[in-house]
């Protein structure tokens, strides 16, 4: 086990997985990251799923089962993913069981084309819900505003969910309050809240991509000196943000009836840029109750070299604020970076499933023009 992997867990920060295929799964390689690398979650996404189809002939039989059938590729495609993360889940499940329902947990996206369409997504994330089946299934909606409903909408009615695709710091305050509504109602019902589970997905490196392109343009030394500083600024007020929302008296009293936290999940926390640290959105983002979803490579990065020296989010919210003010002097808007952010992302949502669509309708074609 690495003794990197262990001190983050032990500071109360989950190692989940950024991957998942049927070759990872039939091979045995997942269980050997949750045996050796502390890994105790997945994510997974429209891209994951098409490279791993791509290239994976694990998919093949199942693909040919269902050309035959005539099966349409909207439903082929629920069916081969709502597959590997069924197995996914049955892998973890011994992790869920001794995590009390904590972790244990894989993510399964809803069809992205349909993220902004309130009712469509509930719609999606009750049908992916029912066909996976597992209680350690976290369903992924993405934060756009329409969606916010609709998160609220599913967590009343006991799914699990993962909220993805979050940059802003006020989006993030809507997503804590759409959990609230939406365990507010779930306890109205008189549902078991402890059934319920969630994730905020907040983004890291995708910040500092964008910000550092726009501080390279700006030249300045003001500027320049800011390089790098604003995603790890960013989640670290999010971080904040979430202890003031569990501070609330909404909450207190939720949590009181059975409710969990919505932790705080840090995602794309692969470094983009060479001239900074692999381990660096890791190791400067380390506090209780919070999940690091990790690329293979940065997990493994982390496990070879990172440097969890402790809580390193608490103390720094002074600090951090300065830093976004400071971005504002130098003539980067904050505001324009998350919304830049939140379009680009939903369009790379939106072309990853629609490449994972196309990818799968050509392979299904082909198969029904072979028989």
């Keep these: ?11 109360g920060v989950a190692v989940w997985l950024d991957d998942l295929s049927r070759e990872r799964l ?19 996404n429209p891209t994951i799923f098409a490279k791993a189809i791509r290239s994976g002939a694990r998919y093949d ?18 069916l081969l993913t709502a597959f590997d ?17 904590v972790d244990g947990r894989v993510s399964l996206e809803v069809d992205p084309r349909v993220a902004h369409d309130t009712a469509a997504t509930i719609a999606e994330a009750r049908a992916l819900w029912w066909l996976v089946d597992r209680p350690n299934l976290f369903v992924k909606i993405p934060a756009t505003q329409p969606s916010l409903e ?41 549902r078991d809240l402890a059934s ?18 726009r501080l390279d343009k700006i030249g300045t030394p003001a500027a320049l000196a800011l390089r790098g500083r604003a995603a790890i600024a960013n989640a670290r007020l999010a971080y904040q943000h979430f202890e003031q929302a569990a501070a609330s ?10 409710m969990r936290p919505q932790r705080p999940l840090w995602a794309s926390t692969g470094v983009k840029d060479p001239a900074y640290a692999d381990t660096r959105y890791v190791d400067e983002l380390v506090a209780p109750w919070v999940v690091n979803t990790m690329p293979e490579q940065t997990l493994r990065a982390v496990a070879d070299h990172g440097h969890i020296q402790g809580d390193t989010i608490h103390g720094t919210y002074e600090a951090s604020q300065q830093v976004l003010n400071d971005l504002e002097t130098v003539g980067v808007s904050y505001d324009d970076v998350v919304r830049v952010l939140e379009d680009e992302g939903i369009a790379k949502f939106t072309a990853s499933g629609n490449e994972l669509f196309e990818q799968l309708d050509a392979e299904l074609h082909a198969t029904r023009t072979a028989a």
């Design 196 to 213: 319920i589970a969630s994730v905020a997905s907040f983004f890291v490196s995708r910040v500092d991509t964008e910000i550092d392109s």
């Design 26 to 44: 039939a091979g045995g390689g997942l269980a050997d990251l949750v045996r050796e690398q502390q890994v105790v979650g997945i994510t997974s």
């Design 1 to 11: 086990m690495s003794e990197n992997l262990d001190r983050l867990s032990a500071e």
């Design 85 to 101: 993360v069924r197995w996914a889940c049955d892998v973890l499940r011994p992790v869920y069981e001794a995590s009390g329902g």
């Design 61 to 78: 039989e199942q693909v040919g089962d269902l050309a035959r059938r005539g099966v349409r590729v909207e439903e082929a495609v629920r």
């Design 150 to 190: 609709a998160i609220s909408t599913a967590l009343a009615e006991g799914i699990s969910i993962n909220v993805t695709l979050i940059f802003s710091l006020d989006r993030y305050d809507q997503v804590l309050r759409a959990f609230l509504d939406g365990m507010g109602q779930a306890h109205a019902a008189g």
């Design 249 to 258: 008296q909404e909450w207190q009293a939720l949590a009181a009836a059975g």
